[in-house]
């Protein structure tokens, strides 16, 4: 269909992945018999462009599972778009109905395809009903930017991750597994929620991001006032374990230590935060760390990272 049509652009704007056939929907496309779709099933014949331009849906451009909908004129939709076109076929604008396109389901079971991530490195070939489920667990799927204080949108590996965050967002890069920083506020009244800083160090052949920020414990008269830090390992969680650290702040005879392991980037930013897993610093004790007439907030934070034996 010409890229022009009004219909298809706005549909496609609000596309969506549907996830995998549940096992019931597979029952229907694995029937035993003798009918050559199913010896074509067992074969699992590697997938042209041409099959592969079958099975995607005109409407959201993914890939299409079971139920597979089409039209009397043999048009096809996926089961996501099919209530969202109110039920008429975008091709030819009939009436859709509760017609399957059962052929198109079992030439799918004969297909496997590549991992899409395979240009991060991945080489496995999977059956195209396993393909996805694969894909929301491949270990080289590619990484979200781990910096909190903007929505970036930017994935990929961990190398190009590192260098973006260098170059694009100018977070501060350091060797080595200890660090002090100290961290000045001239207003600690106000309390928004935004990241203060974002540090990344390289130790271990590994890269690790601290996080500190202000937020909002809660929403019960605009909710109490605090401060975490925390880490995050730049990898899958698997590793992260392989890790500990340890936070500390203190001042004015008083100390908090905090101990853990680093949570992988695969946890946003606000999934680790809202989980307290970090030291939590109430807004009254870090200014009694901060000393002075508690009208300037002065933290220091220190710590170091490790890895387990």
């Not at 331009?53 to 039209?71: F, G, K, R, S």
């Not at 901060?290 to 170091?304: I, P, W, Y």
Request: hydrophobic share 30%.
């Amino acid at each position: 269909m010409a890229s022009g049509n009004s219909f298809f652009e706005d549909m496609r704007t609000k596309s969506e992945v549907i996830d995998p056939p549940q096992s019931e929907d597979m029952m229907d496309i694995v029937e035993t018999g003798n009918d050559s779709a199913q010896n074509i099933a067992k074969s699992h014949a590697p997938v042209t462009s041409s099959v592969h331009d079958l099975l995607e849906c005109p409407v959201c451009l993914n890939a299409m599972y079971p139920p597979i909908h089409q039209c009397s004129n043999g048009h096809t939709l996926c089961s996501g778009c099919k209530p969202r076109v109110h039920n008429r076929c975008p091709t030819c604008r009939h009436e859709l109905g509760n017609i399957r396109c059962l052929a198109l389901e079992k030439v799918a079971a004969s297909l496997e395809l590549p991992c899409k991530y395979q240009t991060y490195g991945c080489i496995g070939i999977y059956p195209y009903y396993s393909k996805l489920k694969h894909e929301s667990q491949c270990i080289y799927r590619p990484y979200n930017c781990p910096y909190a204080g903007s929505e970036c949108d930017i994935v990929g590996d961990i190398p190009s991750l590192v260098a973006h965050l260098r170059d694009d967002h100018k977070v501060d890069m350091h060797n080595g597994s200890t660090f002090n920083h100290r961290y000045v506020k001239s207003n600690p009244q106000e309390v928004e929620n935004a990241t203060w800083m974002l540090t990344v160090f390289s130790c271990f052949g590994q890269y690790f991001c601290l996080h500190f920020e202000a937020f909002q414990l809660g929403s019960r008269n605009g909710g109490a006032p605090v401060y975490i830090a925390f880490l995050r390992f730049m990898g899958d969680d698997n590793e992260a374990k392989n890790y500990g650290y340890s936070l500390e702040v203190g001042g004015q005879g008083r100390k908090m230590v905090w101990q853990g392991i680093p949570r992988s980037i695969r946890d946003s930013h606000r999934k680790v935060r809202d989980s307290f897993d970090g030291l939590i610093i109430q807004r009254n004790m870090a200014l009694s760390f901060s000393g002075g007439d508690r009208k300037e907030l002065k933290l220091r934070v220190t710590g170091r990272i490790w890895k387990e034996q």
